[in-house]
């Protein structure tokens, strides 16, 4: 178990899927700290509810959430991956924010698969379950600012 936040980027095949979901999570420590968080992201995130479910809904287009993932500054085979949440874009001061390092070749699996499909899905997790049902934003937009492993035939 972690024993503080963790931001991972995975991909996730759904069962009878076809492809796989990219998808980045924030790892929480306790349970509790999984409900705190779903509650502070459903409060500022600005994404639209497209499925409405009182269990499960769907959210789309949120624009208060960023990711960046960038060069380690010592670690070749790593990268750090940013998460920021701000109440508003005008805001100078993150609601949340965490920075993580992340295996180089995961993230460069991560972006091919984010470029194929031009969206991932952004949710918590604990003890390395995805919890969806928590928290389900679709998002689009990811920085990238750091050299990808070569993947495929030379």
Avoid at 27 to 51: D, K, M, N, R, W
Avoid at 71 to 94: C, F, G, I, Q
């Amino acid at each position: 178990m972690p024993k503080s936040f963790s931001v991972q980027v995975a991909r996730f095949r759904a069962p009878g899927e076809a492809f796989d979901t990219p998808i980045i999570h924030l790892a929480c420590p306790t349970p509790e700290s999984v409900s705190a968080i779903a509650q502070l992201f459903h409060l500022y995130h600005s994404g639209e509810e497209t499925i409405k479910s009182p269990t499960n809904p769907v959210h789309v287009g949120d624009t208060q959430i960023k990711v960046t993932i960038t060069e380690h500054p010592t670690d070749p085979e790593r990268v750090l991956v940013e998460l920021a949440l701000k109440r508003s874009p005008r805001d100078l001061t993150y609601v949340f924010y965490q920075l993580s390092e992340q295996d180089r070749l995961a993230a460069s699996l991560f972006r091919l698969n984010h470029e194929f499909t031009r969206s991932y899905v952004f949710c918590l997790s604990h003890n390395n379950e995805l919890l969806f049902d928590h928290l389900y934003l679709v998002k689009y937009l990811v920085d990238y600012a750091f050299k990808p492993v070569e993947i495929g035939p030379r």
